[in-house]
């Protein structure tokens, strides 16, 4: 197996510290308004699609996995053109627009949520893989790996690697000085300048762990964004406060966030409304019964054998195209 990517994104680090070999081409993302950055992304995009096309006649793949980016598109595109069998992933519950491009070239799209007029046999439902690092843990071990108290009831607040920048001002400033016991991983980005303002010892504040699932099965409710790591809080039964990232293409991430509060596993606030979290994270955190009935939700809606489903699925295409 081997990867495909931008030498400029997350993946050209990753790839080769995961111990696979990556093949690197340029790639934008096309911009959503007519200009000149427009044209030049789709003259790049072209490249991208001959570069692809290289790339596959040296690895001589059985089947091309897209990962739903606009990196995917061109060489889906490019595995089509040359009857190399190509399957997509989308993480979010809207399709995007380089799954909506390179979808007709696919011979089955892996969804994480149902979307309308996009059945089977072509789209199959299978939730979203988790990563490795984000497995839970038993919780005594959660915590001591993080160095946490044993007992207490403690809230986890998660935006994004990049950091999101209103959740880790608004935790910050409710919980800062006093409150629950708190894990707050805030990114990179915004972790200098919130470190001063946290002003006692109970309140640990990391730009990011190595091991999420270790987070993740330390904390008794979770204050978080609702990108793709809804399925990993699923995965760990973790009830949610989910306030959706109001600028996320077609609001995506409300929708995300509506299908975990209409299964019972979330409460989801508007980033408009983000002062209302304070007392529902309050209310809940001393509400065992509603926390056991929403982790009980969270964990009936995770589907942990996306991973394998896509697998095998993967494998059928890969042996019938041979």
Do not use: C
């Not at 995506?252 to 002062?275: C, D, I, M």
Request: no cysteine; net charge neutral.
């Amino acid at each position: 197996m081997t990867f495909a990517g931008s030498p400029d994104r997350v993946e050209a680090r990753l790839v080769p510290e995961a111990g696979f070999e990556l093949d690197s081409f340029p790639i934008s993302g096309l911009p959503r308004r007519p200009g000149v950055e427009l044209v030049r992304s789709i003259f790049r995009a072209g490249g991208a699609v001959r570069e692809s096309r290289r790339i596959l006649k040296r690895r001589r793949p059985d089947v091309v996995l897209g990962a739903g980016s606009y990196v995917a598109g061109p060489m889906v595109l490019a595995a089509a053109t040359m009857r190399v069998p190509t399957a997509l992933t989308e993480a979010d519950a809207h399709l995007g627009l380089a799954n909506r491009l390179a979808a007709p070239f696919a011979e089955r799209v892996f969804l994480s949520y149902e979307l309308d007029g996009r059945g089977p046999p072509k789209y199959l439902v299978v939730g979203r893989p988790i990563p490795k690092r984000s497995r839970p843990l038993p919780r005594a071990e959660a915590r001591q790996r993080l160095g946490l108290p044993p007992d207490a009831k403690i809230l986890g607040v998660f935006g994004a690697r990049a950091g999101a920048r209103s959740l880790n001002d608004f935790a910050v400033e409710t919980w800062g000085e006093s409150g629950p016991v708190v894990l707050h991983l805030s990114g990179e980005r915004d972790h200098d300048e919130l470190q001063p303002r946290v002003r006692r010892p109970d309140y640990h504040l990391l730009p990011t762990v190595e091991d999420f699932g270790a987070a993740l099965s330390s904390v008794d409710l979770a204050l978080s964004r609702s990108g793709g790591t809804v399925w990993e809080l699923a995965a760990a039964g973790l009830p949610a406060v989910l306030v959706p990232y109001p600028h996320a293409t077609a609001d995506h991430q409300t929708k995300n966030a509506r299908y975990f509060e209409r299964g019972g596993g979330a409460v989801v606030v508007p980033e408009s409304r983000l002062s209302d979290a304070a007392e529902i994270v309050e209310s809940l955190l001393a509400d065992d019964a509603r926390l056991r009935a929403l982790s009980e939700a969270m964990r009936a809606l995770a589907k942990e054998d996306a991973a394998d489903r896509i697998a095998e699925e993967v494998l059928a295409l890969a042996a019938a195209g041979r």
